[in-house]
Every structure is written in structure tokens, then in C-alpha cells.
């Protein structure tokens, strides 16, 4: 498998008075991850992804919709210093829109490891001005492409 | 249809940078909406669903846990200071789970009203002593059949 | 005095870890109390205070920026599910800018009445065309005018 | 100066639908970058700062509750992928409280460096079974005196 690890902090405010991250907060762990994964960077020192194609500025010509989403908790998450080891993958790369596959994991080096999560995100790229789907560009389906691999499948109910 | 109708405010902070209500934001008015139709209120004086016959005080026995969700983003929404017309029901009933299936609609009295989500969730009660699923009562069952339908089927991608 | 009292429901994720809303959670409650109070609504159905002459739809002309805050949090706030009484007075009127304060108190009816929190805001009202601060009208000026009273003075270290 | 500076990194849902860093997301970050100056690790690995003597466990036998908190915003913060230059020191360290001063700048190596916030925020050490503010002990008042210096003095309105 080709899988992006793209290391992951929580925040203490991620937990609930349960004491776990709550299953809101993991949105916005998915959605940081996805951004390092697929947002480029203005900082030339900084290392970025080979997916890390797309312009995630406020004012840039693309904005990134989210179509759906699936998420199965499997563990709950206690509060950690060490950042989740999010493993990211596309599991379906279509016209203008694709859909990203998540396990969250925990720690690297926490042995033994433990699978906390697994979600799926269908992102359709939209044009700023027009607020209508655009294609995926020949740029971004040749960064996109390697890291296509099978898509999650949920357990059912 | 026997529908819960929860009148759910949208927060500012809600709204991302696109200014759109944030995919992860969906997930905390779902979690109000739930609480509403599902938690007992100390208070007397306000009114309580039917359905409102869990104990959600965090010194109570039972935790409700989140074992998946799945959600489905029709529209984008924007700032709106009327509240969502969160509509909820019981899609499938089991022994120590159940499915809660969710419309998001525009408030109550715009027309033409609009579906902006549909989501589902499935709650596992779980014994806080234990951390052990338990369960559903007999009181519980009783609350709650009278809210099961159909559950939603989501469009496949 | 003249003030202005703004219901304002808590959500269960304000809460952290700890069981408590969270401190930075405050800065949304203020946030949702100071909307109730000094943006118009759309909805003409819907009540409006009579300080509500601001316009804060993001395509609007003004934004109001936050220049400074200061909290004092007198008592540990617990999962609430009716609203705070959060009371709201304007504190200085200046040329362009306004401090208003708060005192966040339990729910009405609650006896005896509490007080958590403490705090003020110093508010810019900004042209969203030229990000420069931009003076307060005659109709903004004489909206507020009769809610303005002593600001608060906080208990120094 | 003797001042910690803390890397803290941005999420993009801290941006509200201005674009900038939402004031109430400010308390978030400071919150992150006191737990990495103040809260011991469990990870050998990992470096601690010499600060770094609280237990933040949930479990622990303290909370750190805060009193107060006082924020002074000069610039809006617009979304940066490389982390906040978060420096962080103690105005004034009590018998059970202290006194946190922040200075929030733009990320090192950007230059001209740019000043967003100025903080502070007064924390008690509350003992976790008794709910009562407990004394600063000796190892932490030798791991904090070295970082003592003049508290932030917030311009007056």
C-alpha cells in the first residue's frame, strides 16, 4: 500500500467531558491531515507532500467541498502528547472529485498499535467564481494517481 | 412520518473561512439535536421530548458512545439566525445500540425549504462503571419505538 | 441599570475534559450574546433588541474586529441545559470603537442566582472595503446610547 | 529574557468567516502552548521544557483552573501552515497561582517578525478531590522561578 502518514497533534480541547476525543473534534483532525496532504505550501523550507497540489488560500480559485463522509470509531481516544499516525489514502479518483480514506492510528513507536478509526471524505473541487464543480487538473491527477489504492469498506449494521 | 423536529441555533463559530457552516461543525448540531430528543432535562419547567429518557449528567451510569456516522452534505449552509429544523428518527432499534437518522432542513417557515444534510449515527449505550455496552430498557424501548422508521439509505458513490 | 439580557444556550461540547465549559468556550457564548444584540436579523418575524442595528452578514460593509478582552471566571460553569442569563451593557462609546461588558449569571429562575463570569470586550467597527476603522453612525450611536452605564472594574492580581 | 517559546500550529477551522484567526480560537492556541510549557510527558522521548513539572492527566490530583484572562489583539492573524511563535513567561508566581504572560508572533524565519497578541491569563492549581486551590510546591516553584519576569502591561482604553 501507498499510504501518506501524516502526523497528527490533538489538542486538549478535543476532549469532551467524557474525557475522550469527541467524535466532532476528529472532523477537524481529518480535515488538518487532509491539508497537509493535499494543500501546498507557501514556506519553501517547509517538506510538503507529493499530493500537496492544491492552492488551500482563502482568496485562491479552487475551494474544496465536502460531499460526504463516513466514520467508524473503533476505540476512544484518550488524550495524547505524541501525534496520531493518520494513514491516508485515495480510494476513488473521479472527474471532479475523489474520495480520501483515513485509519487513525495511534502514536508511532506506541506498541503495540491500535486502530482508533476509519473514515472516508468525498471532496469535490468547486470554483470560486462560478461555486460549480471544475475537473481535476492533468497536474493534480499525475500527484494523486500513486496513491490511489481499494477504498474502505465500512462494516454494515 | 413520526418525526422529532429539533429547532437547532447555528453559532457564528460554525461558519469557515469559506463562509459556510464547517463540515465538522455539522457534527456538534447533530450532538445538540440528539441530546435534546434523547437526555431527560433536571428541569421541570422545560418542555421534554418523549424520547428524552436517557440520563446525560456525566456522573450518570451510562455514556453514550459513538460507534459510526455517516453523513451526506446536499447544500452548503450559510449564516442563518433562525434556527435548523433538525428533523430525527430511529432507523434501526438493537440491544445495546441504536441507529439516530437525521434531516437537516432550513428553518421552519422559509420557503421553499431546503435539505441541507441527511446523516445517521449509531449510539451504543455503555455502562459507565464497565465501560461495558448495556442494554437498552424496558423504558428506553418503550420511549423510543413509536420514533423507528425507515433508516436512511445513503446514495453510493 | 439598563441592560440588555441575552438567553444563550450552552452546548455539551463548551465542556472539557474537566467536566466544566471550557474558558476559551466563553469567548463564543460572549460572541453569540453579543450577535443577539447588536446584529439586525433578516427574519422580520423574529424579535430583535433594540441595539440591533449592525449588519453582520460577511458580504456586509462592516466588520467589527476585537481589539481586546478580559475575563474573570468566578465559578466553574456545569452542563447547563437552560440558558445562561448572560447581561450585556455598553461600558464606552467611542468614536469607533465600543467596550461592552458582560456578567454571564445562571438561568433565569434559578435561585440563588449565580455569577460565573465577568468579562468586556473593545470592539472596532472596520470598513470590510478598506480594513480601516470606520466611525459609528448617528442610527448606531443612538441605538446604543441608552444602554451605556459604568464599565465593569476587574479585581487586579 | 528569560522566555519559552512554543511552536503552536494553526488548524484551519480556527479562521472564522472573516479569514482571520477567530479571537475565541486565540484561547485555544494559548491553551496548547501553556500544556507543552507546563505538562509533564509521558513520553521519554519526547522533549519537555525544563517548565514542565504538572501532571495534566485527568486523573491527576490537579486541575489548573483560570481565573482570569486579559487579550490584547494588534493584528489579525490570517491562516499560516507554519506554526505561531508562541513566547510564553511568568509575570508573577503566587502561593497557589501564577500568572502566564504570552507575546504571539508570526513564525520564525518570516521577516519583518509581526506581534499578533499580547496575553495573560492567572491560573490556579486546584487540588482535584477537594475542588480548594493547593500551594505551589517546591519542585515547581524551582522549575518556574528562573522563567519570573515583568508582567505584560495591556494599554489602558
Known sequence: MTR?????RLRWSDLDAYGHVNNAAMLRLLEE????AF????????????TAVLDGRTD????????????????PIPYLRSPLDIQLWIGRLGGASLEVC??????????????????????VLVDADTDRPRR??????????????????????
Open 4 to 8: 501518506l502518514h501524516v502526523p497528527t
Open 33 to 36: 491531515a487532509r491539508i497537509d
Open 39 to 50: 494543500w501546498s505550501r507557501d514556506d519553501p523550507s517547509a517538506e510538503a507532500m507529493a
Open 60 to 75: 485562491s480559485q479552487t475551494m474544496t467541498l465536502i460531499a460526504r463522509q463516513e466514520l467508524e470509531y473503533l476505540l
Open 102 to 123: 483515513y485509519e487513525v492510528w495511534s502514536p508511532v513507536g506506541v506498541a503495540p498499535a491500535q486502530l482508533f478509526t476509519r473514515a472516508s471524505t468525498t471532496i
Open 136 to 157: 481535476i487538473s492533468d497536474v493534480e491527477r499525475a500527484a494523486w494517481t500513486p496513491f490511489v489504492e481499494e477504498p474502505l469498506t465500512f462494516r454494515r449494521h
